[in-house]
Nanobody, 126 residues
Framework: QVQLVESGGGLVQAGGSLRLSCAAS????????MGWFRQAPGKERKFVAA????????YYTDSVKGRFTISRDNAKNTVYLQMSNLKPEDTAVYYC???????????????????WGQGTQVAVSS
């Protein structure tokens, strides 16, 4: 049974940093694209960042470019999201996701992801 477990969320002041982790179990995802999405209260889930299977290619939504960094450790079956210079508008539940297509490139569409974590709350105070 595949499980994705996010951790690292919390409450932080504007300008602060957090590092989210997403550990996968039940299957090895070292050859699969992975991504992060977020959902603010009352809003739809939106793309944040994605990384290809090798980790060589990444892509970010414009609002987080230069502040967030996605990375992966295939040996640990884990994807990370380093978030810096956080803003109140970054407040949301953050979800990691995995695309079951092997050796794929970066994936932006939520519909293309097959496995999702349960989410971790990030709250940024002003």
């Amino acid at each position: 049974q595949v499980q994705l477990v996010e951790s690292g969320g919390g409450l932080v002041q504007a300008g602060g940093s957090l590092r989210l982790s997403c550990a996968a179990s039940g299957r090895t995802f070292s050859r699969n694209p992975m991504g992060w999405f977020r959902q603010a209260p009352g809003k739809e889930r939106k793309f944040v960042a994605a990384i290809n299977s090798s980790g060589a290619s990444t892509y970010y939504t414009d609002s987080v470019k230069g502040r967030f960094t996605i990375s992966r450790d295939n040996a640990k079956n884990t994807v990370y999201l380093q978030m810096s210079n956080l803003k109140p508008e970054d407040t949301a539940v953050y979800y990691c996701a995995v695309d079951s297509f092997l050796f794929g490139g970066v994936v932006i569409s939520a519909a293309q992801y097959d496995f999702w974590g349960q989410g971790t709350q990030v709250a940024v105070s002003s």
